[in-house]
């Protein structure tokens, strides 16, 4: 009985996680996509500030940023949108835990989105301006997308870990 009530936990979970990010892509999303694009272009031109590349922030149809001759239109993929959509979902979801816990987990995971896509976005320009174009192209086309999932799988079992999870992992802890 106990592993059946544990597979019926898995599948609602995963059914949360589909629907609940369908919900946020579809629902909210058209909403609020521009403004979300328009922070990720300053907080990566401001990134890129700091690493010492001139860079500016314009706002359009599409964001973009600029670093010394690179181009980066800030599109909905950039916000990492589908991403954020999921790991909100998982958070929402996980019912083990508290609704404040939940609460907490999504505000938090919605800054270090935000957070991780700016530095992102800003060492692939920068990569570009200090290694070439070919190594804007990698960094944009594999090591962008591999940082995003890795992250965002770090995010979810640090937050998942942090409120209960050392109790669980250390024998007799206080």
Same mark, same amino acid.
């Given at each position: 009985?106990?592993?059946?009530?544990?597979?019926?936990?898995?599948?609602?979970?995963?059914?949360?996680?589909?629907?609940?990010?369908?919900?946020?892509?579809?629902?909210?999303?058209?909403?609020?996509?521009?403004?979300?694009?328009?922070?990720?272009? @300053?907080?990566?031109? &401001? +990134?890129? !500030?700091? *690493?010492? /590349?001139?860079? =500016?922030?314009?706002? %359009?149809?599409?964001?973009?940023?600029?670093?010394?001759?690179?181009?980066?239109?800030?599109?909905?993929?950039?916000?990492?949108?589908?991403?954020?959509?999921?790991?909100?979902?998982?958070?929402?979801?996980?019912?083990?835990?508290?609704?404040?816990?939940?609460?907490?987990?999504?505000?938090?995971? @919605?800054?270090?989105? &935000? +957070?991780? !896509?700016? *530095?992102? /976005?800003?060492? =692939?320009?920068?990569? %570009?301006?200090?290694?070439?174009?070919?190594?804007?192209?990698?960094?944009?086309?594999?090591?962008?997308?591999?940082?995003?999932?890795?992250?965002?799988?770090?995010?979810?079992?640090?937050?998942?870990?942090?409120?209960?999870?050392?109790?669980?992992?250390?024998?007799?802890?206080?």
């Amino acid at each position: 009985m106990p592993v059946r009530n544990t597979l019926i936990k898995a599948i609602l979970f995963i059914l949360g996680i589909c629907v609940g990010s369908s919900i946020i892509y579809y629902g909210i999303y058209p909403f609020v996509m521009y403004y979300m694009q328009q922070i990720t272009a @300053i907080s990566a031109s &401001f +990134v890129l !500030n700091i *690493l010492g /590349i001139h860079s =500016t922030a314009t706002f %359009g149809d599409i964001p973009i940023v600029t670093a010394n001759m690179f181009n980066a239109q800030i599109v909905p993929l950039c916000v990492g949108d589908i991403e954020l959509a999921i790991l909100v979902s998982a958070i929402l979801f996980t019912m083990d835990r508290t609704l404040r816990q939940r609460a907490i987990g999504v505000f938090l995971s @919605i800054i270090f989105v &935000f +957070v991780v !896509n700016a *530095l992102r /976005i800003a060492l =692939t320009l920068a990569g %570009g301006v200090w290694f070439g174009f070919n190594a804007m192209v990698f960094l944009h086309t594999f090591l962008f997308r591999l940082v995003l999932v890795l992250s965002i799988v770090f995010f979810y079992a640090a937050w998942y870990l942090f409120p209960s999870g050392f109790a669980t992992l250390i024998p007799n802890y206080p």
